[in-house]
C-alpha cells in the first residue's frame, strides 16, 4: 500500500475516481455496522449511506436516523436489489453472509463483507466459484473481506520491510492477540475463528504464503476465563515453506486490546504494535500498575486502518471492482480456522485443507 504521509488523516493516494456518489446499504447495524455507518458518513468521501438492514427494528431506526436521507429496508434482500443502492456492506452475523454476499454477486454490485466471509470453508469455497464464474463472464471482482489489519499503516510497513529484504528471509513470526473482555457466550472455539482468523490472514499477508498445518495448546487458564472455556491459548502455524508463526491469543486480560507482531528473519527482526505507555500491563486494582497507552478496543487501535480499507473500497467501488483482500483471501483464512478449530479438539496437529481453483 502507497500512501503520500502516514499521519492521521491522509489516505492512500489512489488513481482519480468517477464523480458520482456511491449509495452504500449497510447490511446489520450492531457494534460493526454502526461503526461502519458513521464512518461512511462522516469519514470517508464519494460515498453516501442511503439504507440499513437490521433484525432489531429499534436498532436500524436509531441508525438510520443519524444519516440524513437514509432509509430502513427491513430485509436485507430487498435492500440489495434495491435499484437506489450501488454497493453493499455485510456486517450482519456470520451465518448470513453466504447468502447476501452471494445475492451481492447475483445482483452485480460490489461488497464488503466483514470477516468471516461464511461460516465454513466448503461454503467459502462455493463463494470463491461463485464470484469465479462472474469474472469470468464480466472481468471484474466484486467481493472485498473484512480484513482491515492489512490496511493499517504499521502492518503495510513491515510488509514493505520483509519485501524489500532488508530483514532477510523471514523465518518466525510472534503474535498476541489480547482483549480486556469478551462475552459470556464467547468459547475457546471462537477464539480460533473470531479472533486468531486475523492472525491466520496477517501471516500470510506478511509471508505470502498459505498456511500448511495448526496445532493449538491448552495452558492453564485464567481464572477470568469464561467458565469452562480455555483462555489463554497457543496456537502455531505452519506455512507451506516451513516458516512457523505462534500465536498467543488471550481475551479476558482485563487490560485492553493489545496486538503485537514480531516478525524475526535472518538479517533483523521487527515488530509492531508496541504501546507508549509503561512496558508492564496489569488490570487496574489495589497497589497494581494501571496500564496506559492501551487501546481499550478493536475500534481505537484500528480506526486508522478502517478508515484507509473504507476509502479504498468505496473509490474501488465507484470503479465497479474491489482494492483489497478478495474472496479466496476469506476462504483461505476459514480453512486455517477449520484446522484451527480440529486442532483445538483433538489436542493435535491438523493439516489445512485447502482446495485450489
Known amino acids: 500500500m502507497t500512501t503520500t504521509e502516514t499521519r492521521a488523516g491522509v489516505l492512500p493516494a489512489m488513481a482519480e475516481v468517477p464523480a458520482a456518489e456511491l449509495r452504500v446499504a449497510v447490511l446489520g447495524v450492531g457494534i460493526m455496522g454502526a461503526d461502519h455507518v458513521a464512518r461512511l458518513h462522516s469519514r470517508v468521501s464519494g460515498a453516501r449511506v442511503v439504507a440499513v438492514s437490521d433484525a432489531a427494528a ?128 464467547f468459547t ?38 469464561v467458565p469452562g472455556q480455555s483462555d489463554p491459548l497457543l496456537v502455531l502455524l505452519e506455512t507451506t515453506s516451513g516458516r512457523l508463526i505462534d500465536v498467543e491469543c488471550f481475551v479476558s486480560t482485563g487490560v485492553g486490546y493489545e496486538v ?41 487501535r484500528f480506526g486508522r486502518a478502517y478508515d484507509i480499507e473504507l476509502q479504498r473500497w468505496s473509490d474501488a467501488a465507484r470503479r465497479g471492482g474491489i482494492d483489497g483482500p478478495g474472496v479466496w483471501d476469506g476462504y483461505a483464512a476459514s480453512a486455517v480456522c477449520a484446522a484451527g478449530v480440529t486442532a483445538l479438539r483433538s489436542g493435535r496437529r491438523t493439516e489445512t485443507r485447502l482446495v485450489q481453483r
Do not use: W
Not at 516478525?263 to 515488530?271: F, I, L, T
Open 58 to 185: 429499534d436498532r436500524a431506526e436509531q441508525i438510520a436516523a443519524t444519516v440524513p436521507g437514509c432509509r430502513v429496508i427491513p430485509d436485507p434482500l430487498t435492500a440489495i436489489a434495491d435499484p437506489g443502492v450501488d454497493a453493499v456492506v455485510v456486517a450482519s452475523p456470520g451465518r448470513f453472509h453466504q447468502e447476501q454476499v452471494l445475492a451481492c454477486i447475483a445482483a452485480g454490485k460490489p461488497v464488503l463483507c466483514e470477516k468471516p466471509l461464511t461460516m465454513d470453508a466448503d461454503s467459502s469455497l462455493a463463494v470463491v466459484r461463485a464470484e469465479d464464474a462472474f469474472a469470468a463472464r464480466t472481468g471484474r471482482r466484486l467481493v472485498q473481506v473484512g480484513f482491515m489489519r492489512r490496511f493499517d499503516p504499521e502492518y503495510a510497513q513491515l510488509r514493505a520491510l520483509i519485501a524489500a529484504g532488508e530483514l532477510g528471509e523471514p523465518l518466525l513470526v510472534h503474535c498476541a492477540h489480547r482483549n480486556a473482555t469478551v462475552p459470556p457466550h
Open 260 to 300: 503485537r507482531t514480531e516478525v524475526v528473519g535472518e538479517d533483523g527482526s521487527a515488530m509492531i504494535g508496541l504501546d507508549l505507555g509503561l512496558v508492564r500491563h496489569a488490570a487496574g486494582g489495589s497497589g497494581a500498575a494501571r496500564a496506559t497507552g492501551i487501546a481499550p478496543d478493536f475500534r481505537q
Open 188 to 225: 475457546s472455539e471462537m477464539m480460533i475463528s473470531d479472533s486468531v482468523v486475523h492472525e491466520a490472514d496477517v501471516a500470510r499477508f506478511l509471508l505470502d504464503e498459505d498456511i500448511a498445518a495448526v496445532t493449538v495448546l491448552r495452558p492453564r487458564a485464567s481464572r477470568h476465563a
